[in-house]
């Protein structure tokens, strides 16, 4: 019995079964990556069809012609939809692309705001919490994976 109470006791040898992929967090981001992507593809194609759909502001800062301004949102969403579908492969390499595509969603629809307020606004939101998401699920693994 004293042999017992004098062994160490440490804890599980290996981490938890929890993975970051299974998160809300992680989830959530991914489905919001497609949903802004998608969001994105249709702002895009939007611009590039039909010019007069959206209102044109003058002597602003950042004046690109709205079909500039189509494809890079076109490419971005695509690019937010891949990446998105990527995330719910679990690997980390796509969290940490769809992070940094985000943020240049974050940043197209920043630029976009003259155009499309209220939409630019949203996105910017939803891509700012999907960075948020991602960047919280890698360090929730990171935290389920190191020794306590």
């Given amino acids: ?22 998160s809300g967090t992680t989830i959530t981001a991914g489905a919001l990556m497609v949903f802004a992507g998608a ?13 007069d ?13 709205l079909t500039g301004w189509g494809w890079v949102h076109l490419i971005v969403g695509i690019a937010l939809v891949v990446s998105g579908c990527a995330v719910f492969t679990g690997a980390l390499w796509a969290r940490f692309l769809g992070v940094a595509i985000a ?12 155009y499309y307020p209220w939409w630019a606004v949203i996105l910017i939101a ?6 948020w998401a991602l960047c919280a699920g890698m360090q929730r693994e990171a935290d389920a994976s190191s020794p306590v």
């Fill in 126 to 131: 939803v891509n700012l919490f999907v960075v």
């Fill in 53 to 65: 759909l959206f209102v044109v502001t003058r002597h602003y800062v950042f004046e690109f012609s």
């Fill in 1 to 22: 019995m004293a042999s017992d109470a004098s062994r160490p006791r440490t804890g599980p040898s290996q981490p938890s079964a929890w993975h970051a992929p299974t």
């Fill in 39 to 51: 969001m994105g593809i249709f702002e895009g194609i939007a611009a590039l069809a039909r010019d």
């Fill in 103 to 114: 943020g240049l969603g974050a940043i197209a629809n920043f630029l976009w705001l003259p």
